[in-house]
């Protein structure tokens, strides 16, 4: 039954928050809403709901190691998983305007973030902090786009946040949209309900942390979205795009998602994420930046090696986890 909890409500989470996407940039674009303004906003905010409303749920119901283990896991898979496998298939260019510039704005977020939990707790003046520089991030790369709009090689938002078209599901009705946002706005929280619920029942069945589960099976399905992107792409040849989604979901998890669960309500640091994994979500945004610097290429080989380390990094954390555990016993 737990494992049936899980599932459906990855189900209920990825598919509602689809939805909510699609309705709220139909609903944008009937109201003449610049389609910057949606991408920065809509867009950007939309795509996070899973990981939002998951965290959330978990601070709320006391599982604290979730709330935080969906956000830091999902940046470790974000760059090790959703990078390394389409860069299997075919090489990713990162050769974009934008990556440098989202490179060094995610890894000071990460920076910035760590010595945040280094507090012990994560609590309202914290949370405002992370938010506040989303905020900041959002307006700087609107002032970015408004600013280079009459340049010969200015770029759009698409280039920052991509845009779903009509051919891939937008409503056009009214009656269709307030549908599409009805089930975002009921559907993601239900699905976040099941997730937690049976996340936790999964760690006690076999005795491992909250932490733990939320570090690796809800932070997998919660990059399950961007996975399949990527991999999509990477088929078509286009895997390039993949890089520029790793950037904004990592800087919207850590600023975004943490910034708002936060405000909502506390979140206890686990002690082993102060030793172990926030490290390891800082080395994983760190092995981007040479890249990006260079405008390289995530060959095959680097591929490999991201995806070895997350299997690695998957493996060393349950060990941990049992051996604390045994210790605890």
Known sequence: ???????????????????????????????????????????????????????????????????????????????????????????????????RRNTIFMVTATLIFIFLCLFGQLVFWQGAILFTLVLLFLGYVANHAVSSANGAGATSIEEEFELPDEASGLPQSTFMIALFLLAGVFGLPLGAHFIVDGGTEIAQAFGV????????????????????????????????????NVLGSNLFNILGVMGITAMVAPIDVPPAFLLFDLWVMLIAALLVVPFAMAKGTITRSAGAFFLIGYVAYIYFLFVADRAAAMHGA
């Open 209 to 244: 942390s909250d932490s733990a589960i939320g570090l690796s099976l809800i932070a997998f399905g919660t990059s399950l979205p961007e996975l399949a992107t990527t991999v999509i792409a990477a088929l078509r040849r286009q895997a390039d795009i993949a890089i520029g």
């Open 1 to 99: 039954m737990m494992y049936l909890s899980l599932v459906s409500g990855f189900v209920i989470l990825l598919f509602c928050g689809d939805l909510l996407v699609r309705g709220a940039v139909s609903l944008a674009l009937k109201l003449g809403i610049p389609s910057m303004l949606i991408g920065l906003t809509v867009v950007a905010f939309g795509t996070s709901a899973p990981e939002l409303v998951v965290s959330i749920r978990a601070a709320l119901t006391g599982a604290s190691g979730i709330a935080i283990g969906n956000v830091v896991g999902s940046n470790i898979a974000n760059v090790l998983l959703v990078l390394g496998i389409p860069a299997l298939i075919y090489p990713t260019l990162c050769d974009q305007v934008s990556v």
